[in-house]
Nanobody, 114 residues
Framework: QVQLVESGGGLVQAGGSLRLSCAAS????????MGWYRQAPGKQRELVAH???????NYVDSVKGRFTISRDNAVSTVYLQMDSLKPEDTAVYYC????????WGQGTQVTVSS
């Protein structure tokens, strides 16, 4: 079992920045890939960014060049640095990991005002 706890969401003006953190606990030795999903009201959940255990990253096109995913395996934490935020980035952001089952955090709200 893996538990994920997100933090760092909030309200920010367009053009601003936020940094999300997701701390893992439990069977952390079994964690492979980690990532961030988001779900906006009335929309399907989408994968925003993903990072492998070896540090290879990929992003959805809409956030490329603005968001950066990273992980610190020493403290079992994955981060999402979000810069140049836009109102369309408003969503609940979820941390996810594979260990090898999929585990999800509870989500953190990000609201970007115009």
């Amino acid at each position: 079992q893996v538990q994920l706890v997100e933090s760092g969401g909030g309200l920010v003006q367009a053009g601003g920045s936020l940094r999300l953190s997701c701390a893992a606990s439990g069977s952390i030795f079994s964690i492979n890939d980690m990532g961030w999903y988001r779900q906006a009201p009335g929309k399907q959940r989408e994968l925003v960014a993903h990072i492998t255990s070896g540090g290879i990253t990929n992003y959805v096109d809409s956030v490329k060049g603005r968001f950066t995913i990273s992980r610190d395996n020493a403290v079992s934490t994955v981060y999402l640095q979000m810069d140049s935020l836009k109102p369309e980035d408003t969503a609940v952001y979820y941390c996810v990991c594979r260990a090898p089952m999929e585990y999800w955090g509870q989500g953190t709200q990000v609201t970007v005002s115009s």
